[in-house]
């Protein structure tokens, strides 16, 4: 065991250590180890965290969570849901709370942050306003029972994952402790075609969401990156729709609409204050800067080899086929 390695196992509860030993590992991109659990690769102390959000979470009938794959575009889902759910509390844009917090604290999630032990964060679940509004990456089936079972919402948002992937690859490099070697694109793809990354196999991921998204559509919205990049108007009015607040004519014709599409734009997002020069995450080792990159469709044309594009376009098709999803790449 090497010394991130210790000093990430020191933190867990004893039943926690006991639970990983015994589950498969593998290499991880920034953690020295990824375990399968229930399914999915993850960090020991996600796990701890997730173990803790299925034995504690209770969810409440207007709870809404914003679950997806790593960057696929959560911040800027998490945004326009804070944007769409609380509009009628910051009907003046000047002094939205989105201008001056990134979307993560504004909509926090459950295995970072309320439910990660190792964070001094606390999160009191019964002072946060309603509706309640939280983040996950979590695969729907570790999703704790209550968030089944009561009529609170999911709207997820899935993206082509070969700009994912790269996405990730250049995320987890520039948050990399010092003492680490980058990681090459190589030994991250090869890794990712595996399914061996947190919260993957990326595809199960996508396809746990979507098939409840197929047979719950009042449950689960699922939404694609790229859709929201074509026609993002039509895209909030659906997400407005399926939480119950749909916009007004007024609202439609004195530009409501418009308004929060430009204050969580990419452009706007990335020059704020807060986006720039601010941080998270435990000892904030995550600047906020590393969450607005380029933003572009098909960025992964500039990465990946022929061969790479070929072998990951044969893995998606085939764990995909039958599931009536595709992607746009
Ligand atoms: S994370 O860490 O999982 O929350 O990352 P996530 O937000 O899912 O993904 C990061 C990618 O989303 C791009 N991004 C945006 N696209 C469009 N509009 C807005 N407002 C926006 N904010 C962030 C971000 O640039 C990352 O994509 P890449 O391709 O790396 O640029």
Redesign the pocket.
Known sequence: MDEQEGSEENKLSQECKELIISLPREKGWITPCLYLFQGFWHSSTEIQAIKTFQNHFQAKDNDIIVA?V???????LK?LTFAIVRRQYFRSLENHPLLVFNP?ELVPPFEFVIYDETNSQIHELSKMPEPRLFGTHVPFTSLPKSIKETNCKIIYICRNPF?TFI?TW??VNKIMPEFCPTLSLEEAFERYCKGIIGFGPSWNHILGYWRESIGKPDKVLFLMYEDIKEDAILNMTKIAEFLGCPFSKEEESSGVIENIMKL???EN?KELEVNKFGSMGKDRIVQNKY??????IR?WVNYLSPSMVEKLSKIIEEKLSGSGLSFRI
């Open positions: 997806s790593p960057k696929s575009g959560t911040t800027w945004a993560h700009d996405s250049v995320f969580c734009s990419f997002m969450f607005f990159r380029k933003a572009e960025d």
